[in-house]
């Protein structure tokens, strides 16, 4: 069997790791069986931009031809430049204030309409449907995961509502096992006294979900205790490290984006835990898997 | 087909008028079906007590034995006197703000120990385990319902965890597919860095899952809109009223606890709405499917 199962993933440490840890599966208890992974640049690239970024330009373009005015804004105005210092600098979290507005007073299924039109006609700079930026390799993981009777959840930086629109056609994820940024809701009226429920453009108390933020969230959100967790950046950090602790065989995969060739090669500026450790360095100290792009996967994205 | 399903529903308008919404299933696309079922009062028993109250006594109880000075919390006092009238004054709400600190700084896993325990140990005041404190017809009616591929989930005021632990085993709905009310969590760490979860004495920002919050938890939470609503209270008002606004076949289902002999006979004192509405004249002025305990149910609990 061992030859046979994940075939884009190329013998090696990491492989023979990952598959150490599914021959214990058994000594884990089928309740625990829970599996969390990152999705931007853990199950689908993140780079030249994020996926939902490039849906907010294209919202934004859309309103700026509605309402010039619009341009001015400085968050949009940065967007417009592909100012990306500026865009790097205020971070997903700091535009994604100011993109919320395009979609205060919306309904959940006006919004879902948009995302839905945007994954239908646009395609990924690469020139392949987004669904094709998929890796091939943590498709492969999720799989066998899956056929141990795990419960594989997407526990994402994005907004909750945008992942929710693919999650099921993408990964196989109902739109109740992704754990992403929530925004509030407004429950209204018509006139005639029909309930509406719009989108505002806060976020909810808790802020992203990044970092830190993910752990409470999980367990709020799933009522579930990760015991397998997948990650690529800082803001997973946490997160794998929770799942490390499960009294029992627990997996935490770091995705390294070190393949310029075939897909990009960055690291992130950010430390581990608000010090100045790198993600990587965090890596080796608490034991995680390290996935190398370049050296451990045979295939990078899926064909379908 | 249609005289062997829903064996414990009396024939009569409101079997008909399950029966009629179940016939057009089909005209709801699969990824619509989406049923929200509130817990106390509906799928189970809410009286004498909510058993939430009940485990929150013992849980007070054993606190109590352990530092005699916590009787004097007014909260406490009320519960420890059986004085109905202070704890109907201060609802589910206002007691858990109370009971809440006797689990502030435990694990979610503590937690989840403390709930299993009671459910395994304690009784319903009939003299039956909780599970068969469930109502028979509603069971039944789950499984008309994803027998033609919908995902069924509880929507209850009580706290999130405490429902997910039996969620499973009582209604096969797993820890995610239950929206309540939830506490907030604190990442914390262990002298050696070792991160825990603990939980805290904070309800999240959106307060008791209840009356209108509900819409928008289950948009938030689950991702998804419902077009089948089941509620007994004005607390589920909102949440019904909202499934009725499908574009399509829809069904909202009040159950009427007029049943003192079987069940109970009670009716909320708070209007639907926040107005002098009962929650009965605002099933008549909606629409709604009323099911009457007395008269449509020829069995009212599961002996399983």
Known sequence: MADQILPSWRDG???????????????????HRVAVF?????????????????????????????????????EFRAVIDRDMATIEEL??????????????GITPEEFDVKVARFFAEQQHPRGVPYRQQRYQPMLELMDELRSRGFDFYLVSAGGAEFVRVISQDFYGVS???????QIDYEFTRAADGTPRLLRTNHVVHSGPNEG?????????????????????????AEMLEYAMTYDGPSLALLVNHDDAEREYA???KAGTFDTEETILETAARLGWTV??????????????
């Open 13 to 31: 440490d990491t492989r023979d790791a990952i598959l150490g840890f599914l021959d214990r599966v058994d000594e884990i208890p089928p309740a």
């Open 38 to 74: 990152d999705n931007d640049g853990t199950m689908w690239a993140e780079k030249p931009n994020y996926p939902q970024l490039e849906f907010w330009f294209l919202e934004m373009q859309e309103a700026i031809g509605a309402d010039p005015s619009l341009a001015d804004k400085p």
């Open 91 to 104: 971070g997903l979290e700091g535009l994604a204030t100011a993109f919320l507005d395009l979609f205060a």
């Open 175 to 181: 739109p109740e096992g992704v754990v992403g940024s």
């Open 212 to 236: 830190q933020a993910k752990v409470p969230n999980i367990h709020r959100i799933l009522g579930r205790r990760p015991v397998v967790a997948g990650g690529n950046s800082p803001g997973d």
């Open 266 to 268: 960055y690291e992130s």
């Open 291 to 304: 996935a190398s792009i370049r050296n451990d996967w045979a295939t990078v994205f899926s064909d379908s």
